[in-house]
């Protein structure tokens, strides 16, 4: 049974920066596309960001240019520049069922218990 877990966190002030991490378990880590997604108060789940095992990367347009996602060993990162009141969400990782990243959440079968990230104006 795979397990995620999402760290890193927190409030920052607009034009801030955060980086999130999110450690993974098994041994087959490297096989699989990762994904970030976030979800805002009463909005549904929203695709953030996206890597291949072959660190080929995919981003949402609204974080495109301010986000980078990358991935090492067991963990994947996302590190969000010039963060927004907009970004505000809980973060979530998850463990994709493609090959390619897929921008739908049913495109990932595992997910992570999420981490909050407030963005203040």
């Known amino acids: 049974q795979v397990q995620l877990v999402e760290s890193g966190g927190g409030l920052v002030q607009a034009g801030g920066s955060l980086t999130l991490s999110c450690g993974v378990s098994?041994?087959?880590?490297?096989?699989?596309?990762m994904g970030w997604f976030r979800q805002a108060p009463g909005k549904e789940r929203a695709f953030v960001a996206g890597?291949?095992?072959?660190?080929n990367t995919t981003y949402a347009d609204s974080v495109k240019g301010r986000f980078t996602i990358s991935r090492d060993k067991n963990t994947i990162f996302l590190l969000m520049n010039s963060l927004k009141p907009e970004d505000t969400g809980v973060y979530y990782c998850?463990?994709?069922?493609?090959?390619?990243?897929?921008?739908?959440?049913?495109?990932?079968?595992?997910w992570g218990q999420g981490t909050q990230v407030t963005v203040s104006s």
């Open positions: 890597i291949t095992k072959s660190a």
């Open positions: 998850a463990r994709g069922r493609t090959l390619w990243v897929g921008t739908a959440s049913n495109a990932y079968d595992s």
């Open positions: 098994g041994r087959t880590f490297s096989i699989y596309t």
